[in-house]
């Protein structure tokens, strides 16, 4: 099993290069099926969620064609059938695209029900309620979400919560239905508005993305287009905050600044400077950091996949700091880890309650999903002694070459494989 192993304790300095956003990247190759010709993704991040659907599409007959890592072409004209179901595909959550596009396009589709980080309940009801009401059945059967239709029809859905995936999937179904689709309370993510642009340079006609109210109007074909996904705000605040927590100095280039508007706000609230440039942020952090609260919201709030990583800034923040999840119900599970780095957090409900202490100690954690993987990694570079990171499998799911980069900012951090590589890795800084 790979574990990171982290000597922590040097700040960050330097420059690094923020990927293509992963929670896109998953709708988009979803999307590209959509049309018989062949569509170019470029700035996929390369990261093993990715590499999952695009197995799965494939595997339905799909042609993917790998032009680079991270330029992809994509045709769907060879799709043999619309069930969609392995090992791999039951694991991640994008998985649920697969629906609206297959439902949009053959008005068919039979796709493993949805796993992914284990965060909460994570239902999918009002995927479901959406394209019930534009005519599909949908049922359950044999762990695959079954949608079918003769007819799939426009109409107009209130979504009784903000919900990203539903919000895509929707939307996706919807550019391929007949007539006009209204979706009211519609999640207002960079990653809503980059699917549509992509929806759109195919030839579908969505507007309002971005706002809470997106109009479609259905088109009979998508046709070919070159699409580059936009930058990965959630890797981009990653960085930010590993910056903030070791101190030191970075610019964090090929970002688009206004997504990262909340992650900056707080960085400033606990005494971080901010620079921002037209496609470019500098983090500055002397490394002493302020109390302060934080609750997640959907966007523009501060983002829940940032959660983990506020938290572990604020355990070494002075003063008592709190920290309120409303996205997801079980997203504190890395709670006990950081106790073991000597973090003080007490949980009530949703709220964690942080008292700050001077500095982390390191030791031996298990990442419990990907981005509290991220923020324990965080912990180790800011940590006394060593950390071992246990369970990146899912830290890799969505961080592309993540020790490499930390390690060209100065970070001691290294991956292994075994207990010999991680002796090696100890004598090596000690
Ligand atoms: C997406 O998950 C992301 N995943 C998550 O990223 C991210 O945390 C989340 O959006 C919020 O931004 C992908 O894009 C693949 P939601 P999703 O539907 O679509 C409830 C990461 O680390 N809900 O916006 O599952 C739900 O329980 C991951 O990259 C319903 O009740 O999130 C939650 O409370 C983890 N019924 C809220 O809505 C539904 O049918 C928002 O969930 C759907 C959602």
Do not use: W
Not at 23 to 31: D, F, G, K, P, R
Not at 375 to 389: C, K, S, Y
């Amino acid at each position: 099993m790979e574990q990171y192993v982290i000597k922590g304790g040097n700040p960050l300095y330097g420059e690094v290069e923020i990927g293509g956003a992963k929670n896109a990247a998953l709708a988009i190759l979803a999307a590209a099926i959509m049309t018989d010709e062949t569509v170019t993704i470029d700035n996929l991040p390369n990261v093993r969620d990715i590499n999952v659907l695009l197995q799965a599409i494939q595997e339905i007959g799909a042609k993917v064609e790998r032009v680079d890592v991270h330029k992809v072409k994509i045709n769907g004209s060879f799709i043999r059938e619309v069930s969609v179901d392995n090992e791999f595909i039951r694991k991640i959550r994008a998985s649920y695209y697969l629906i609206g596009a297959l439902l949009g396009k053959y008005r068919h589709a039979e796709v493993a029900l949805p796993g992914g980080c284990d965060i909460g309940s994570r239902p999918i009801d009002l995927h479901i309620k959406g394209f019930r009401s534009m005519g599909a059945t949908v049922e359950i059967e044999h762990g695959l979400v079954v949608a079918k239709t003769d007819r799939l029809v426009g109409t107009h859905i209130y979504l009784d919560k903000v919900s990203v995936g539903a919000t895509i999937n929707i939307m996706m179904a919807a550019a391929m239905a007949e007539g006009k689709t209204v979706i009211e309370n519609a999640a207002k993510e960079p990653h809503v508005v980059d699917v549509a642009n992509f929806l759109n340079s195919m030839g579908a006609n969505i507007r309002g993305a971005g706002t809470d109210v997106i109009r479609i109007v259905g088109v009979e074909k998508l046709h070919k287009t070159e699409y580059s996904v936009i930058p990965d705000q959630i890797e981009a605040g990653t960085f930010m905050f590993a910056v903030a927590a070791t101190g030191g100095d970075v610019l964090v280039k090929d970002v688009i600044p206004k997504h990262l508007e909340a992650t900056t706000a707080k960085l400033l609230e606990v005494g971080c400077k901010v620079e921002e440039f037209d496609d470019a942020v500098r983090v500055i952090s002397d490394g002493k950091l302020n109390h302060t609260q934080v609750t997640t919201l959907p966007y523009p709030g501060f983002p829940t996949d940032m959660q983990p990583q506020m938290a572990v800034l604020l355990g070494i923040a002075e003063g008592t700091s709190t920290v309120t999840e409303s996205i997801f119900e079980n997203r504190f599970k890395y709670v006990d880890e950081l106790t073991r780095m000597g973090a003080t957090i007490k949980v009530e409900s949703n709220i964690a309650i942080i008292t700050g202490v001077k500095k982390y100690s390191g030791a031996r954690v298990n990442a419990p999903d990907l981005r509290a993987g991220a923020a324990l990694v965080i912990a180790g570079l800011e940590a006394d002694g060593i950390t071992v990171v246990d369970d990146i499998y899912y830290i890799e799911r969505g961080y592309e070459e993540f020790e490499k980069k930390l390690s060209k900012l100065g970070a001691q951090i290294e991956k292994v494989s075994d207990e010999k590589e991680l002796q090696k890795f100890i004598l090596k800084v000690s």
